[in-house]
């Protein structure tokens, strides 16, 4: 059975302030809504199934931008957001960690029964995915999260993650439902990556399908097994550094917040009274929505929309969070009845940042960047999970990107 990607992540502790917590869910209950109505119910499955999608979204969200609380925070906030609404959304959201892992069978079989969905296979496909990533592949990792996604019309997404003690780190598993037609037509496109352990066979009766394909996979040549796969790990280090970040896409970004007048664009965009730094956050949140995967191959990029609650790279700026929300709540009701001015002018911002991006060629400015995000946090409310952020004293020039 074919996993679609998997992540390494440094182990994070802790737990999400409240006042963090609730944006993420109406944020990302948003920008889901907006999928739905974009593109359709399963590319909202296809995004979550791609780490580097998962990890983008995250960051944009206002969470640590690499760490293992990336995981269980997200799937937190969606199935807040999503199953509350679920019947008109068509989307639904089981599993979480620890004890409400093992209440997704239970929660498979009630939707089951509203939807008229199989049950018994939904279950079937859940108790696997978490064997194969748990018992078949001996990687090291011990499953304590799992969330199952699923649409009214059957497919399937899945997300859990492992922990490994002696290693410090979290390892998150993706998986896609539509990829099960190539499980039987091309067996190796499976696991691949840095070796952490031997590949048991699964001792489950009801496994002996998988079974069979990890034996195969044994059998395939690893080069083409990698092109089947997509992987990421997350250094170890815990501040956003320069070398994390696509400098070329990100000065795309400032510019068509910074550089251009705000009279540009209001017009455009039809958000009159979003300064620059709101339109900074909507960008990234446009990519998030209608970016192409070649745009999240640098995560980190996106915790520039909101920052981070461990102040890295900057204290989430509360005030620009909330009007991101407003914004993107209001676009998507609209859209809801017909009125898609508002959805079209969010979707102009990404398109407008990449034609930046195609002729940007920006001075060194990553630091100085952070350095201005930190020093005018307050002004927006900044916010880390030690307190508000302090004004301070004003260092160096402008930012100038060119």
């Not at 909202?44 to 995981?71: E, N, Y």
């Not at 992987?231 to 994390?244: A, F, I, L, Q, W």
């Not at 640098?298 to 700026?317: I, M, Q, T």
Request: proline share 5%; glycine share 8%; with cysteine.
């Amino acid at each position: 059975m074919p996993r679609s990607g998997y992540a390494d992540l440094p182990l994070h502790y802790g737990r999400v302030p409240i006042w963090l917590a609730e944006r993420m869910t109406k944020l990302g209950g948003s920008i889901v809504e907006a999928l739905v109505l974009e593109y359709g119910r399963p590319e909202v499955l296809k995004r979550l199934s791609d780490p580097l999608w998962f990890q983008a979204f995250g960051c944009v969200l206002g969470m640590d931008w690499h760490s293992s609380g990336i995981t269980t925070s997200v799937m937190g906030a969606l199935k807040r957001a999503i199953n509350p609404i679920s019947k008109e959304l068509g989307i639904y959201v089981c599993g979480g960690r620890g004890k409400y892992s093992r209440e997704t069978p239970n929660e498979l079989l009630k939707i089951a029964n509203l939807t008229g969905l199989d049950g018994d296979a939904l279950v079937r496909a859940s108790k696997l995915t978490a064997k194969i990533d748990n018992t078949a592949v001996q990687d090291g990792f011990q499953l304590y999260l799992h969330n199952f996604i699923l649409t009214n019309s059957g497919e399937w997404a899945v997300v859990q993650q492992g922990l490994n003690d002696i290693s410090a780190t979290a390892r998150r598993y993706h998986w896609h439902s539509i990829k099960l037609t190539r499980f039987i037509v091309e067996p190796h496109a499976g696991v691949c990556g840095e070796n952490q352990g031997q590949i048991l066979n699964l001792t489950d009766n009801n496994a002996s399908a998988t079974r069979d394909s990890i034996m195969q996979m044994t059998l395939e040549n690893p080069d083409r097994m990698l092109g089947e796969i997509r992987k990421m790990v997350m250094p170890r280090h815990h501040e956003v550094k320069s070398t994390d970040v696509n400098l070329k896409r990100l000065g795309a970004v400032l510019t068509i917040a910074h550089e251009t007048q705000p009279k540009d664009f209001e017009s455009l965009l039809l958000l009159e009274g979003s300064g620059p730094r709101t339109i900074q956050s909507l960008t990234l949140v446009s990519e998030i929505i209608y970016g192409t995967p070649s745009r999240f191959a640098d995560p980190a990029r996106y915790s520039f929309a909101h920052g981070g609650k461990d102040g890295h790279p900057f204290p989430v700026p509360l005030k620009v969070y909330d009007e991101t929300i407003a914004v993107l709540k209001n676009s998507v009701e609209k859209a809801k009845i017909g009125f898609t001015e508002k959805q079209k002018a969010i979707q102009q911002l990404s398109i407008m940042a990449k034609k930046v991006e195609d002729s940007f060629v920006p001075r060194p400015f990553f630091e100085e960047m952070v350095a201005k995000e930190r020093e005018e946090s307050y002004k927006y409310g900044g916010m880390t999970v030690l307190g508000k952020a302090q004004p301070q004293r004003r260092k160096g020039q402008q930012l100038k990107l060119f």
